[in-house]
């Protein structure tokens, strides 16, 4: 309708808080604790994807945690990632405290949609629209730090889900492309792919009980996200290249 802006129409922009679920105000509360007491140089902020990097396995496939500390461990990283959490619980949590940081964060990864597509049922051009409220929240905040966006992983849901995230894709790739050299957009699909096609083989869902659609990727998925991640990470950080090296066969974890 003429005259209305995008805060009037988008339902991707509206904070929401999840405050009546006991074990995410539970895990709100203890990470406020976290970033007004410890000094941060790296944050994750996100869903259940990043909030996997705190699993500990058997088995070896949601083995995440070994992954993180090798590439985040010495790095004064927090990982801000709440499962079930779209573009509308993040920007709540931004606004309630996850940016009261001591001293500014130098490099932010914000990786938040995969939920606007799925049980919300948003379009690409809504979660678009909250993804790029939540960025712009953190550069308003921390214009000297660095904000990497990985585009939204791809997954086996449904046919509409698969076509809408390669639409806010190249939303999220244009919208980066616009705002210079602190955004940088970037391309995580391969991790999830073999011979160029999404591979259930390398999500972590087929192997729960009861089975699911394939969304989360296998710990050994992730650590090629981190890597991926990780010349952008080490440029931003001023150190050096930190890798993974599993102590079993990669063919075991799937």
């Known amino acids: 309708?003429?005259?209305?802006?995008?805060?009037?129409?988008?339902?991707?922009?509206?904070?929401?808080?999840?405050?009546?679920?006991?074990?995410?105000?539970?895990?709100?509360?203890?990470?406020?604790?976290?970033?007004?007491?410890?000094?941060?140089?790296?944050?994750?902020?996100?869903?259940?994807?990043?909030h996997n990097w705190e699993r500990h396995g058997p088995p070896a496939w949601q083995d995440f945690a070994p992954v993180w500390q090798a590439y985040y461990g010495d790095r004064r990283a927090l990982n801000l990632g709440f499962r079930?959490?779209?573009?509308?619980?993040?920007?709540?949590?931004?606004?309630h405290g996850e940016l009261e940081f001591r001293h500014a964060p130098r490099v932010f990864i914000v990786m938040i949609g995969v939920n606007n597509l799925g049980h919300l049922r948003q379009c690409a051009g809504q979660a678009a629209g909250g993804i790029r409220r939540i960025v712009e929240r953190i550069h308003r905040a921390f214009p000297g730090s660095?904000?990497?966006?990985?585009?939204?992983?791809?997954?086996?849901?449904?046919?509409?889900?698969?076509?809408?995230?390669?639409?806010?894709?190249?939303?999220?790739?244009?919208?980066?492309?616009?705002?210079?050299?602190?955004?940088h957009?970037?391309?995580?699909?391969?991790?999830?792919?073999?011979?160029?096609?999404?591979?259930?083989?390398?999500?972590?869902?087929p192997l729960l009980s009861p089975p699911g659609l394939p969304l989360h990727p296998l710990a050994m998925a992730q650590a090629c996200m981190a890597q991926r991640l990780e010349p952008l990470i080490c440029r931003a950080l001023g150190d050096h290249p930190h890798h993974y090296f599993p102590s079993r066969p990669a063919a075991a974890y799937w």
């Open 84 to 95: 079930g959490d779209d573009t509308r619980n993040l920007l709540w949590r931004l606004t």
């Open 185 to 205: 957009y970037v391309d995580l699909a391969g991790c999830l792919q073999t011979d160029g096609r999404v591979d259930a083989n390398l999500f972590m869902d």
């Open 1 to 50: 309708m003429p005259g209305l802006q995008d805060h009037d129409v988008n339902p991707a922009i509206h904070a929401i808080p999840r405050m009546d679920v006991p074990w995410w105000r539970e895990r709100f509360l203890c990470k406020q604790r976290q970033v007004r007491r410890d000094i941060i140089d790296l944050v994750w902020f996100g869903d259940s994807i990043t």
């Open 146 to 183: 660095t904000v990497l966006l990985p585009g939204v992983l791809p997954s086996l849901r449904s046919a509409w889900v698969t076509s809408q995230t390669s639409v806010l894709n190249r939303m999220l790739r244009a919208f980066a492309a616009t705002r210079g050299q602190w955004l």
